[in-house]
């Protein structure tokens, strides 16, 4: 065994493919020695499986040859060099592409020898020193069998051939769509060959999908779901096979901030650091201003800020903001921000995946905001839509990403809370938008439906888009009502207007109670004025009744004194 070789179980030797996540669904590789078997429809990715698998062969120093029973060599390389990884098929030496269409028109005479090609494989795989072996259109050539089972049994033999030298062998034929995982003329070949690959193609809203599934992988484990398969310039891609641990995702503690001071204050300092923030909410209640000043504010922190837009092109975004006064501009020309616009209908879903994907790997973001998510289901089918969400969002909280999605709420009911994009489950926190109308006016309000592990407001406030920002008022209840906009002010006026009337009241009383209190210190005074001169009067009074009264007793003295007889006078 190399050092490309691993052990799976029960001892089966696997050798890696080297295409992304299909060595994660069949947890290491294919066979180290021995035939594997790819079947499908037409167009499905056959003969570039097998020629992406020879490339990274090769980049790892492994060697291998490719025959095509259906291809001349030239059309081979021309296929392959329109992916990145063609031009070394063609250049390498550890590498030759072969053209078997001569053993399938008829050079040799009666029924097909397996042993001529063995001897030819056998030549060609200790010439480049391989270990690779790939058989394109393998049904082609053994059609010229008279007898299908005698097909078989050729296969059977190239199988064991190969299983003794150590030989990776890839088989790769047409199925027409039947159920059985079998190429056309071999009829049983499935019950033989110990791994089984399965190719197929759908149209999903007039959209082809193409799929992959691991129909049988004796001896070892392997996913046996059938996955979602991508072709593009890099080749053949799963993209929904990554492996996920979910004991990896972290836990910080950290808050953010979101970008709106007073909606920080009401989820108690913000969100934590690799949460998924949903805002959801009908067109234009604001949806994708929550999701610039979320990423503006990372960028101020120093951060580095994803922004995928579905809806808008990158410079409508930045300007728009501008009026809000978010600036956008400033952290994109510094490298901390980066705005990329998708047309959602322009792609699969899973090749938005994929390019979400790449951009993480590229830009590698702390803080993720996706406007909208529900904009997937253009894409495709619901189905595949909510897969590829469910993946990406479980992606984002294993690398840390702090994400916030955007997503519309259901159409028909404008009071409903749900989102088309099914994401409220999986949201940390969820952030509901919604038009308040009273009397033949919109307002939008805000509201936290959910925040996991926060303390938070439970109340519907009114969302104000001003020219310094996003900002929250305070609630203002009357009744069972929370009024908003003009309805608010005029609340508002009409209660001012009563406290002043209540004002203006309060000071006529009081001017007429201090007239009161001022008469009657009036009165008072006046009457402290008439007693005392009555006072005085009385006094003078008593001064003069003592003064008559001590003149009177003077007087009865004096009178007294002068009727007493005089001491020794004589009688007349």
Known sequence: MNDTETTADH??????????????????????????????????????????????????????????????????????????????????????????????HGEFAGAFDIEGLLAVLDLCVQR????????????????????????????????????????????????????????DHLSGIEFMLSTILVLSSILVDKRLNRRFRIAKYRGTRHNPDELAMLIDDAGIHLPYAEPFDAEAVPAAGERLGTGIERLDSILDGGVYRGSITLVSGQPGTSKTTLGTAFAAAAARRGERALLISFDEFARQIVRNVATLGIDLQT?????????VARASWDSLVEEHYMALLALLDDFQPDCLVIDPASALLKSSGAESAFLALERLLAMTRTRGITTLLTSLSEADDPFSESSLSHASTLADTWIVLRYQINAGERNRSLSIVKSRGTGHSNQVREMLLTDQGVELADTYPFGSEVLMGTARLQKESE??????????????????????????????????????????????????????????????????RHRAPDQGGLDQ
């Open 11 to 104: 001892g089966l030797v696997k050798r890696p493919t080297g295409i992304r996540n299909l060595d994660t669904a069949t947890h290491g590789g294919l066979p180290a020695g021995g035939a594997t078997l790819v079947v499908g429809e037409p167009g499905c990715g056959k003969t570039i499986i097998g020629l992406q698998i020879l490339a990274s062969a090769l980049k790892r120093g492994e060697g291998g040859i490719f025959m095509s029973f259906e291809e001349s060599r030239d059309q081979i390389l021309r296929h392959a060099e329109a992916f990145c990884w063609g031009p070394p098929l063609r250049e390498s030496s550890r590498c030759e592409i072969l053209d078997g269409q001569s053993m399938r």
């Open 128 to 183: 480049v020193a391989g270990s690779w072996i790939v058989l394109d259109g393998i049904d082609q050539l053994l059609r010229r069998q008279p007898d299908s089972q005698m097909a078989i049994d050729q296969i059977a033999q190239l199988n064991d051939w190969c299983i003794a030298r150590g030989y990776s062998l890839l088989l790769t034929g047409k199925h027409t769509g039947n159920d059985r995982p079998q190429p």
């Open 331 to 339: 952290p994109i020309d510094s490298g901390h921000l980066k705005v």
């Open 495 to 560: 209660e001012e207007a009563a406290r002043q009337h209540e004002a203006r009241e309060r000071r006529r009383r009081q001017q007429r109670l201090e007239r009161e209190i001022n008469k009657t210190r009036t009165l008072i005074q006046q009457g402290q004025e008439e007693l005392e001169r009555l006072q005085e009067e009385m006094m003078a009074e008593h001064h003069e009744h003592t003064a008559s009264d001590h003149e009177a007793d003077r007087h009865e003295r004096s009178v007294l």
